[in-house]
């Protein structure tokens, strides 16, 4: 499955208010994000280990792939053309060696 096929079939099951459009699944993005940093939070402290929690972590991996898709769709953008831009402009970092810093333009 290549991300446009996800994205639409994800748009398949978006089910929330048209006043909510961007909003709802913005919000999402950041709950489900938190529960994968929850997980994970919990192995460093010693409560689990990743072995252990791997599966419920790409579980809420998941979720997060499926609210990012539907924030993107609502904002009219492929996740395809995501991925790819994104991928470009770390090639460029890579190849002008500013990989590391932070900041958009380096």
Do not use: H
């Amino acid at each position: 499955m290549n991300f446009n096929d996800y994205q639409k079939l994800a748009r398949s099951t978006a089910v929330y208010p048209e006043e909510y459009k961007v909003i709802y699944p913005a919000l999402g993005l950041c709950g489900e994000a938190g529960e994968v940093a929850e997980k994970i939070k919990k192995t460093v402290r010693g409560d689990t280990s990743l072995d252990e929690v791997s599966g419920s972590i790409a579980d809420e991996l998941g979720d997060v792939l499926w609210y990012l898709a539907i924030l993107a769709d609502d904002l009219e953008v492929d996740l395809e053309d995501i991925a790819q831009g994104n991928v470009d402009k770390l090639q460029l970092r890579m190849k002008l060696n500013k990989i590391k810093g932070d900041g958009d333009n380096r």
